[in-house]
């Protein structure tokens, strides 16, 4: 799972960013050709090496969250290797391709919150849909619970799968996990409020009560999480290992810890 919170633009990959990373994986170049002498000569191919740098470069272009032009790319990499001058410097270049992000992720950002304006309009009158807020929380109870009841500032013990309106699964729990609902996103910490132990829902929540055009996640998702409470308070030693230990929260838990604003600033700096 993703480490950081962040807002989602993704970086510019720039010639001089890559050749740093080629610079710091040559370092350990002589170790691996030491571990993989059965491949020694048949990666000395440099027609391979050739299209399988396209790929990286291919890979990179395809994490920038627009399309390219990829004629005029092989173009400009044909006009490199012959000496000629390129139609942007490179500073020009990276501002450029900073500006259409920010034009894609606005637009993309656009596009989510109608979707999620219109589902939640129209989950509404859906069979056993709760609302706990208008057209901004919503929850359906999937499996009756008969224990303690969550509370808020509880740090209950849950197993949970985070997924978007497609089904298509962003994060999970890969155990019985421990959280602070004073640390997690809105839509969770109140819609889990009130859930027995024992007791499975799906969560429907609005971005306004998620990570809106912040975290790591695409801008103004919609998001649905299917959430099991095995206890529903900790007992106090394990709140305290929760405060000992923050990567609980800000490694495996990612998907419903509330974004770190001051992170998301240093990083669009």
């Known amino acids: ?18 050749s740093a990373s080629l610079s710091a994986h ?7 050709v030491e571990q ?20 990286l470069i291919g890979k990179n272009l395809d994490s ?3 399309e390219f032009d990829m004629e005029r790319v092989v173009k400009g990499i044909q006009g490199c290797a012959a000496g000629k001058e390129p139609p942007m410097s490179e500073t020009e270049c990276v501002q450029a391709i900073s500006m259409v992000q920010e034009r894609a992720f606005q637009k993309l950002a656009k596009e989510n919150l109608e979707l999620a304006n219109h589902f939640m309009e129209k989950n509404k009158v859906e069979a056993n849909i709760v ?3 208008e057209g901004k929380l919503q929850y359906r109870v999937e ?12 740090s209950p013990l849950i197993r949970y799968t985070g997924k978007f309106v497609d089904g298509k699964v962003f994060g999970s ?11 997690t996103i809105q839509g969770f910490s109140k819609g889990i409020v009130g859930m027995k132990e024992g007791e499975k829902r799906t969560l429907f929540i609005h971005p306004t009560l998620g990570y809106g055009t912040q975290g790591y996640l695409p801008p103004n998702m919609l998001l649905t999480f299917e959430i099991e409470v095995v206890k529903a308070n900790a007992p106090k030693k ?16 990612t998907e419903i810890a509330e974004p770190d604003l001051k992170a998301t600033e240093e990083v669009m700096q």
Do not use: C, W, Y
């Open 173 to 183: 729990s890969k155990e019985d996990e421990l959280i602070s609902l004073d640390d």
């Open 1 to 18: 799972m993703v480490m950081l919170i962040k807002r989602f633009l993704l970086p510019v990959v720039t010639g001089l960013t890559l």
């Open 26 to 32: 040559t370092h350990g170049t002589e170790m691996a």
């Open 64 to 66: 920038l969250g627009f």
């Open 143 to 154: 499996r009756e619970g008969n224990g303690e009841t969550v509370q808020p500032h509880f």
């Open 238 to 253: 394990d709140e305290e290992a929760l405060s000992n230990h923050v990567d609980i929260l800000e490694g495996d838990t």
């Open 131 to 133: 609302q706990l807020e």
């Open 36 to 55: 993989s002498e059965e491949l020694k000569e048949e990666n000395l191919d440099l027609g391979k090496i050739s299209e399988s740098f396209g790929f």
